[in-house]
């Protein structure tokens, strides 16, 4: 029963040791948000069913979370459609950035999986993740309810990048730090998706997408960021061009190289501002 109620790692330690439940620690961690996609639409087709919504997530849910468990990630809470997540502290084994790869490779999984299910809905997701030097985590709360969780800015951050991505038109966004910690692994390559002003945040972020290692996503990743390095240095014209190439290496097009093409369009229908930066704008 407390396994259900509260994380597992969580449940087995207090367990041992109940004087946990008053702790804090301050240490690294890598924290993610994934929401399933069209819950909006689902709840709308579905027409009141509640039993029947109730039913669908927690089969995409309960996906999501097995590959989370694989690999060790504390699942935090559930926000209706979305799974929080994270790894850090002292209840999980491993360096940061085995923490960070953990959570990479479980954001990755989790959404081969839910693609290649044969479920009605929900089978797909969208994940935002961030990672930090310095994150407050234990048992938050009152002296009536409390809560094991992880605090600090890469916690918002984390849900900025999940709404972030959709707009962005990848399936993931994480966040430098992790890009950093996670470089030279043997499982995932990064993308750079480049510099994103989210809501709430006064500084911009440099974002990236992390794709399985494959040559077919190392072939895309070189042209893209071919094209990027030309956008960056307001040469639009060919910027535009390279954006163009690199859309013909996703069989569906590249949504975020399209998303730069509509930019480098505005740019050149209307010039390009003095005070012009190379950075994408979202909204919540």
């Not at 097995?66 to 994270?86: A, P, Y």
């Amino acid at each position: 029963l407390l396994n259900i109620a509260l994380p597992r790692q969580v449940a087995s330690s207090f367990l041992s040791n109940p004087n946990l439940m008053d702790e804090t620690i301050e240490m690294p961690a890598t924290i993610i948000f994934c929401d399933l996609n069209d819950f909006t639409s689902v709840v709308e087709e579905l027409d009141g069913n509640h039993e029947k919504l109730q039913g669908y997530l927690q089969e995409s849910l309960g996906i999501i979370c097995e590959e989370h468990s694989k690999q060790d990630l504390i699942i935090d809470k559930f926000m209706g459609d979305c799974v929080m997540s994270f790894k850090g502290g002292n209840l999980v084994n491993g360096t940061p950035a085995e923490h960070a790869s953990s959570v990479v490779i479980a954001s990755l999984n989790s959404k081969s999986v839910l693609n290649k299910s044969k479920l009605s809905y929900f089978n797909d997701v969208q994940i935002g993740g961030a990672s930090t030097d310095s994150a407050l985590i234990g048992a938050f709360g009152t002296e009536k309810r409390l809560s094991y969780t992880v605090l600090g800015d890469a916690v918002n951050l984390a849900s900025r990048l999940e709404s972030a991505s959709k707009q962005c038109g990848v399936s993931n966004l994480f966040c430098e730090k992790t890009k950093e910690l996670t470089d030279g692994n043997k499982y995932f390559i990064w993308r750079e998706v480049g510099y994103l002003l989210v809501t709430g945040r006064k500084q911009v972020v440099k974002v990236f997408e992390a794709l399985e290692k494959n040559k077919d996503n190392q072939n895309l990743i070189n042209s893209f960021h071919h094209a990027l390095s030309e956008y960056k240095l307001k040469n639009v014209k060919k910027a535009k061009n390279l954006f163009e190439k690199t859309t013909n290496f996703v069989h569906s097009r590249d949504k975020l190289s399209e998303k730069y093409i509509q930019n480098c369009n505005s740019l050149l229908k209307n010039g390009i501002p003095s005070d012009w930066k190379p950075t994408i704008v979202v909204s919540k």
